[in-house]
């Protein structure tokens, strides 16, 4: 995002940056990205577009004027919409090496399902498997 981006907030529920090591020194090395540490989104506000969210830090509340918005989770999947297969106490979707979940000709991948590490590349590559998966299934009951 710095570059295109005029100002980025990084608005972080943690008391300090996790993740990579080589990206965190490129996040505070940035003159552009102004991290929140141990702060919680409480308002995203606009009309049609996005103008300003609300933060709460211990310093108290803050308002920013920002022009749109990336959520990133974390450890909470998005697999509410899907309420007819297996599921962990993580609310992931249980798949085997192949991708299938527990209902046949239902295959998930990526960070909504139980593959445990949580990175991009291991996302792509879950999402390449199953849909090879797909293909072979469909090529099955056909």
Do not use: C, H, W
């Not at 943690?14 to 990205?33: F, I, T, Y």
């Not at 969210?53 to 803050?62: A, D, L, W």
Request: glycine share 12%.
């Amino acid at each position: 995002m710095v570059r295109i981006a005029g100002k980025v907030f990084l608005v972080n529920i943690n008391d300090r940056l996790g993740g990579d090591a080589v990206m965190r020194e490129k996040v505070q090395a940035s003159d552009k990205v102004e991290v929140l540490n141990a702060a919680v989104t409480k308002e995203i506000y606009g009309g049609p577009f996005v103008q300003g969210i609300k933060v709460e830090q211990k310093g108290g509340p803050r308002d920013l004027a920002v022009e749109g918005v990336f959520i990133e989770v974390g450890s909470v999947p998005n697999s509410d919409i899907v309420d007819f297969v297996k599921k962990n106490e993580a609310g992931e979707i249980v798949v085997d090496n192949l991708n299938r979940a527990s209902v046949p000709g239902v295959f998930a991948a990526g960070d909504v399902t139980n593959v445990p590490e949580k990175q991009i590349i291991v996302a792509a590559g879950e999402g390449a498997k199953a849909v090879l998966g797909v293909f072979r299934y469909l090529s099955q009951t056909r």
